[in-house]
RNA sequence: UCCCCGGUAGCUCAAUCGGUAGAGCGGCGGGCUGUUAACCCGUAGGUUGCAGGUUCGAGUCCUGCCCGGGGCGCCA
């Protein structure tokens, strides 16, 4: 038996409520229309529910998807028609029918029912019947995100985000990486303390981790190609759409690689990724009304700009930007603005950048790395570079930011021991997921976010 | 850390110059055999965030506080 097959049950072996009812089979939505006219089982809940006279309709989502019930009074037992006025929004039901097809049903299938148990009916959901004129503010959801999950926006969002968790892994197998995950429990910082949540290991000062580029490193030296895929923790006191407490980022070392490797690999990835999206996950883009005309655009080459060719075009566009400061959000979206793929911007001045980024040989100023700004504003969903792999270049570079050498050692042990030059980079999934999607704000985008001063639930 | 905006019914929002706190949605009751986050009729629902102040009179003006949202910086 394939694993697709096993995801819609016997009902026979689960006992309890489908003895009832042997010869109707359970099956999720997603798979209606294989079943057109058989009588099939639905277990799941009440979404959204309508009534005209002797006729009802149910919204019922069982979290493959939504489809509508119809009844019609006189064509259902009595006492199930009646059971259908009492139910309230997020009722958990299991229900049989018959599959029809429909062209004026949104997925193409309706059910007609024929019977309807209740598992339970609850009387006060918090979250009021969604309609475009009253949905609650993100302040009164965003305790209530346990619930706020089972709403269409916030499920197209999530498969999504499932979606592109999927695609990076099967393209970063296709290119020959292989996943293995840094610790998240670490005793060093890999840019400094200050952004970091301390936490008591044992007695121990000790961080959850804000990156596992340098535990990459040495996995690219045993390996040759990594990645690695988990939560990272940034104690910044931000309050903005880009930003939260807790993020998953994928993280890429590839060794003997340079720059121009990695964004030949960015490129490929990231038109993969949209490709499959738009391609697996049409119905979640439709709910979330998103313009995939600008995600069909997303294919090869993307732009490829310095980051002085980036200060000349928001000199251009009249910004009065300083040169060798690093982008705001205001000039980042600028710059991605002027095209309409993500673009790369190389060669950062080496000063605004981490410690351990290589220099290029021909401007020793800059650093040979690369940000990669989303389109329509999302700002940067990529930062990597070439890793100096220079021992005493690289203590030069940890002194020269006032780190301590001393928990570096191991780090540094990598350039004793058969060094090679490699690179690398992090994706922000949660920025990667807002802009695929298109919504506003990158809370959204994962199940629980962790932002500043909110941790529940 | 700083800057900006907001807090009125369960939810989203009105309330003119300081002069009787309203509507839609949701709830409840009723109607409708094809609705697409349905529609129609009716109905209940309020310490206007808290504390003070000005005034004949404060949702509205002033001061302080609390809570929420957004932005900046930092970053993915």
Redesign the pocket.
């Given at each position: 038996m394939s694993p697709r097959q096993s995801s819609s049950g016997d009902g026979s072996r689960n006992g309890g409520f489908w003895r009832r009812c042997p010869m109707a089979r359970w099956v999720y939505i997603e798979d209606l229309k294989q079943h057109v006219g058989e009588e099939v089982e639905l277990r799941g809940w009440l979404h959204?529910?309508?009534?005209?006279?002797?006729?009802r309709?149910l919204?019922v989502r069982d979290g493959t998807g939504f489809v509508?019930v119809?009844a019609?009074?006189?064509?259902v037992a009595p006492e199930v028609f009646a059971r259908l006025?009492d139910l309230?929004?997020e009722a958990s039901i299991i229900l049989r029918g018959k599959v029809?097809e429909?062209a004026?049903?949104?997925g193409g299938v309706?059910l007609?029912l024929v019977d309807l148990s209740v598992v339970q009916n609850p009387?006060d959901y918090?979250i009021?019947?969604?309609?475009?004129?009253?949905?609650?503010?993100?302040?009164?959801l965003?305790p209530l995100r346990h619930l706020w999950i089972r709403?269409?926006?916030q499920w197209a969002i999530l498969r999504i985000r499932d979606e592109v968790v999927r695609a990076l892994e099967d393209f970063m197998h296709a290119r020959g990486f292989i996943r293995l995950d840094p610790p998240i429990l670490t005793a060093m910082a890999v840019?400094g303390t200050?952004?970091l949540f301390k936490i008591d290991y044992f007695g121990q000062p000790a961080y959850l981790s804000?990156?596992g580029q340098l535990y990459m490193e040495a996995l690219a030296m045993s390996h040759g190609k990594v990645y690695s895929f988990g939560p990272?923790f940034?104690a910044?006191?931000?309050?903005?759409?880009?930003?939260?407490?807790e993020?998953w980022?994928m993280e890429p070392e590839w060794a003997y690689a340079t720059l121009e490797d990695l964004l030949d690999l960015v490129e490929d990835m990231l038109v993969y990724v949209v490709a499959r999206v738009l391609e697996q996950r049409k119905t979640e883009l439709d709910i979330l009304e998103r313009d995939t005309s600008r995600l069909e655009a997303i294919r090869k080459p993307f732009p490829r700009i310095t980051y002085d060719d980036a200060v000349k075009l928001l000199q251009e566009k009249g910004f009065d930007f300083p040169f060798g400061?690093?982008?705001?959000?205001?000039?980042?979206t600028a710059i991605s603005e002027s095209f309409d793929r993500p673009v790369m911007v190389t060669h950062y001045p080496a000063k605004?950048?981490?410690f351990y980024m290589k220099r290029d040989p021909e401007q020793p100023d800059r650093a040979r790395c690369v940000?990669?700004l989303a389109p329509e504003g999302y700002?940067?969903?990529?930062?990597g570079s070439e890793r100096e792999e220079d021992h005493d270049t690289l203590v030069r570079y940890i002194q020269e930011h006032n780190l301590p050498l001393e928990p570096y050692r191991w780090y540094l042990d990598l350039r004793k021991y058969g060094t090679v030059p490699h690179a690398g980079f992090?994706?922000?999934?949660?920025?990667t997921v807002a802009w695929i999607t298109g919504i506003?704000?990158?809370?959204e985008t994962i199940p629980f976010p962790r932002?500043?001063?909110?941790i529940y639930p």
């Open positions: 959204n529910k309508r009534s005209s006279g002797k006729i309709f919204i509508q119809v019609v009074k006189n064509q006025d309230f929004y029809r429909d004026r049903a949104p309706e007609d009387e918090p009021p019947k969604v309609r475009e004129e009253n949905i609650p503010d993100v302040g009164k965003l709403g269409r926006r840019e200050t952004t804000q990156s990272t940034r910044e006191k931000s309050k903005t759409r880009r930003h939260l407490a993020f980022m400061e690093d982008f705001g959000a205001d000039e980042e605004i950048k981490a940000d990669v700002g940067e969903i990529i930062g992090g994706l922000g999934l949660e920025r506003h704000h990158v809370r932002l500043l001063d909110r």
